[in-house]
């Protein structure tokens, strides 16, 4: 058994877990159990107080629910961008994504206030970008990343925040700038759902790794047989609908 442990937040799944981006949570715990390191999941939901975790996740979901955890969240704004700044991992999908970023700004509605750990916003747009999506990044190996989009949000990146990755097949951010999700420091957003870390199982143990390094000041991870996961990867890459 690894003496290794780590502590996941779930946050406020029973509002944003759109796609099944749960598996995301799944993906991570399984991941951490096959190799021995104890993984805690915490669902944090409205209202709960939120106490330190290694690793942060926020799922996707229409503007609705992103109405009630948008300003949920500002009650933690504070204490988020502290758990940023000593290098906690975060991952948001989608509408967890856009609320990251400084604002999400809906049709025909008041714009929702973001959590600025991304310096991003995001405005709907008139369309609603569906489909596969194959975008290439230049930190993870194999250098590519397969997902499934359905957003009519537009999110620009500024300043330090920088693309998680080049869009090859589909729409990414905005459609228009080739860019896809975004990361500043350990925070990572993207619109990929699928969900996400399943069918990319080396980001989900780069983000394990970053999680370890940061609590352990080391970061080795045993090997796992993913012959079935990259063959779901590889059929995924370039595939449009
Ligand atoms: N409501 C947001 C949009 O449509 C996010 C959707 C989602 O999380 N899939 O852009």
């Given amino acids: 058994m690894d003496s290794r442990k780590l502590k996941l937040g779930h946050l406020y799944s029973r509002q944003l877990n759109l796609y099944g981006d749960i598996g995301n949570v799944t993906t991570l715990k399984k991941r951490c159990e096959w190799r021995g390191i104890e993984i805690e999941i915490d669902n944090i939901n409205l209202g709960d107080k939120i106490t330190g975790h290694d690793?942060?996740?926020?799922?996707g979901g229409q503007d609705r629910q992103q109405v009630e955890v948008a300003f949920e969240l500002q009650k933690h704004k504070e204490f988020l961008a502290d758990e940023m700044n000593s290098g906690c991992v975060f991952l948001g999908i989608c509408g967890g994504y856009q609320l990251f970023g400084e604002y999400y700004q809906p049709h025909n509605a008041d714009r929702l206030p973001g959590i600025s750990l991304l310096d991003a916003y995001t405005i709907a747009g008139s369309k609603r970008f569906i489909g596969n999506v194959t975008a290439k990044?230049?930190?993870?190996?194999?250098d590519t990343l397969v997902g499934f989009e359905n957003h009519s949000g537009l999110t620009y990146l500024r300043g330090e925040t920088k693309p998680l990755a080049t869009v090859t097949t589909g729409y990414g951010n905005n459609g228009e700038d080739k860019t896809e999700g975004g990361r500043y420091k350990n925070v990572f957003g993207t619109y990929l759902h699928g969900s996400f870390l399943p069918k990319n199982p080396h980001f989900a143990d780069y983000l394990i790794k970053l999680a370890?390094?940061?609590?352990?000041?080391?970061?080795e991870l045993t090997p796992l047989d993913d012959k079935i996961e990259f063959d779901a990867h590889a059929k995924a890459i370039g595939r449009v609908y």
């Fill in 137 to 142: 990044t230049n930190f993870v190996t194999p």
């Fill in 212 to 219: 370890l390094e940061k609590k352990y000041g080391e970061s």
């Fill in 55 to 59: 690793i942060y996740f926020i799922g």
